[in-house]
Structure formats: C-alpha cells, structure tokens
C-alpha cells in the first residue's frame, strides 16, 4: 500500500450516533493495520448541536485534523450538516447524506430559514449518495440504527470488505444491539 492518508469526516447533530460511528470506523482501520487518528469536535452536542469527527488512516497518520479540501469521504447524518461542511470534501470525493432535517436553535427562534434544496446544490458540486436513513430505521423497528445503515452506504465507498465491516461492528456496539446494527449496515451496503 502506498503512504497515503485517507480522510473521512462524519458530522449530525448531538444525539445521531456520530462517535459510534467514528469508533466503528476506527476499530475497522486498526483491524486492517492501519495507524489511525481519531479526533472529535463537539459543538452544542447535547442541545442539537453540530458534532464533527474525524477518521485518518494510512501507514502513518501525523495528525488527526482533516483540512479544508482534504476529506475522501464526508458522512453526514442530517442535510444541512452535510451543506455546511462539504467544503472540506476534495473535488473527488464523496458525499453520503441522510435525508433528515434537524432544525438548528436560530431556525427554531425564526433568527434564520432552514436552506431549501440542499441536495440539488450539492450534486452541482459533488459526488453525492443520499438516504433516507431514518425513515428505513423505523422499517426495521429500531430508530438508533439509522447511522449504521448510513454508514453500510458510506462502507462502498471505501477500501474494506463486507466481512471486514460486520467484524467491526461486532467489536464496537453494545452486545445487545449487534444483531440489528448488522442488519442496519448491510440495508445500506447492500441497498442501492
């Protein structure tokens, strides 16, 4: 493998699963003997804030902050997060975006408008996959799961195997919920 540094970034709102999967993410890159960095970025998280993580990963990773321009793969759990940090995509990257809105406080207060056709603006410029994550969650009985179908969508477009990502998963979520985040990943790998 050359030394190259692969880059995903993972935003949502405070409550969306956003560390989970940026654990889960970092337990598949050390299971395939990666060096990886990991780094969180909270806003508000607890009051419907913005929360950003980042995942690196290559032979040697310096730092675990992704520039601006710099991310492979932008996972975004709600739509206006993904408009709002789709600059730090490179030109060929990818965008996976869960088709949920989440009203921020200034939007809730009637300080500012919720943008309209976020997605459309976003295919101008991108490579854009998007999921009603949300809505296939409540399918399968089980709302929480919706960042792990989300996640099998955003799996696609990176470098490891099915098995490698069921292993994953195994190790990281809690013992009682495997069974339904396996399930939850595979209706986004295997779905569109």
């Known amino acids: 493998m050359e ?3 692969k880059n995903i970034m993972i935003v949502g709102v405070g409550g969306q699963g956003t560390l989970l999967t940026s654990r889960i993410l970092g337990s598949i890159t050390m299971a395939a003997g990666y060096d990886v960095k990991l ?3 909270h806003g508000m998280a607890q009051r419907g804030g913005s929360v950003v993580t980042f ?3 290559g032979e040697t990773v310096a730092e675990p902050i992704v520039e601006e321009g ?4 932008l996972i975004a759990f709600e739509t206006l997060e993904a408009l709002r940090y789709a600059h730090f995509l490179k030109k060929e990257g990818a965008i996976i975006v869960n088709l949920q809105r ?3 406080i200034t939007v809730v207060t009637g300080m500012a408008e919720y943008p309209e056709g976020i997605v459309e603006k976003l295919k101008k410029e991108y490579a854009v996959y998007q999921v009603d994550a ?3 969650a409540l399918q399968m009985g089980n709302p929480k799961v919706f960042n792990v179908i989300v996640l099998g969508v955003a799996a696609r477009h990176m470098d490891f195997s099915r098995e490698e990502w ?9 013992p009682k919920t495997v069974e339904i985040n396996k399930q939850a990943f595979l209706k986004g790998y295997e779905g569109q």
């Open 134 to 136: 949300a809505a296939e």
């Open 70 to 73: 710099q991310a492979d793969v």
């Open 102 to 104: 989440i009203d921020p």
């Open 166 to 174: 069921l292993s994953a998963i195994e190790k990281t979520v809690p």
């Open 55 to 57: 995942v690196r990963y």
């Open 3 to 5: 030394n190259r540094t």
């Open 39 to 41: 780094s969180e970025v």
